[in-house]
DNA sequence: ATAAACCTTAGAGTCAGGTCTAAGGTCAAC
DNA sequence: GTTGACCTTAGACCTGACTCTAAGGTTTAT
């Protein structure tokens, strides 16, 4: 049985992280010491270990609770239902990318059409492309051969 | 001279968002009326849409703000003040890019290794791999060589 | 003159995922 | 038998960019 600050030690999350957490329906301690303190069996440690996972991976909150939920009873649950959660996070994360890269090419272009040298910014291409209304995005699609999509 | 609700019609941005912008330092109305109302002229309209484009492209209010104070005296500003502020937020973009094509590779990795099928998710090998201490990652380094990087 | 449609402000709430504080209780070692 | 390290809770605070509410004042058309 480990304390909260082993616990923390031992995952890298901190107490408050770990309280938190609890808070939140995603953990918690199998035993309570009589004045309340915490203490962790090696079941909960492979939960919060599970956790912290799918954490780093990227999952939400949310999505680990729904993942939590076939942990604990995974023959009623299916495979499927797993690779629906994976599924949704990889389309946000892809979506997410999408919006990046754009917001890249956009930028990329705004310095290539820039000097960037020490004079005036009165003649500044970026400058002036902020001012004009989706001046940037027009000047994106004809770099990119809109009519090509 | 526009009043706040024509501004917001005009701009896309709604009420509230320009009033927080004004709170925030990055737009004003050069005008009000006795009883306070907000007039806004054709130089306010056209900061308000230089806001508009620059928050568009992606640029944080914190960056909009140095790209305001370029834009009120140019003169003594440089192009490279410009495209400092630019290759800043490329630079956070790439990186934020980099992270969330790390998370894509490992998602896919576990969409490849599961069945993806009806069938109990007892045997699910990315229910495997979350409890599995960083095996995700491991099994990524794997498969994508990290002895070549 | 009155109703509809507008405007004002300060300040609270929202999202996610923590992070921290205050005020106090507990436990181990010396 | 007390110091110091640990633990508890409720709840406030943080980031960023809004979004909304309450309570009231103004303008315009009829
Ligand atoms: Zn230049
Ligand atoms: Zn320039
Ligand atoms: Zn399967
Ligand atoms: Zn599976």
Redesign the pocket.
């Known amino acids: 049985m480990l ?4 616990l923390s030690a031992r995952t890298g999350l ?4 770990l ?2 957490y609890e808070k939140h329906g995603l953990i918690s301690a199998s035993e309570r ?6 203490y962790y069996s090696d079941t909960d440690v492979r939960r919060v270990e599970f956790v912290r996972t799918a ?1 780093h991976i990227g999952f ?3 999505d680990i609770l729904d993942l939590l939920s076939i942990r604990l009873d995974k023959s009623r649950h299916s495979c499927q239902e797993v690779t629906d959660i994976t599924e949704a996070k990889l389309a946000e994360v892809n979506a997410r990318i999408a919006e990046l890269q754009s917001m890249r090419q956009t930028l990329q272009i705004l310095l290539d059409s820039c000097c960037g040298g020490p004079e005036s910014a009165t003649h500044c291409s970026i400058m002036e492309a902020l001012e004009a209304e989706q001046e940037a995005e027009v000047e994106k699609d004809r770099r990119l051969g809109s009519d090509a999509r």
Do not use: F, Q
């Not at 010491?33 to 915490?38: L, Q, T």
């Open positions: 304390k909260i600050s082993e901190s107490t408050h992280t309280r938190y010491s009589e004045a309340g303190y915490r954490r939400s909150l949310n």
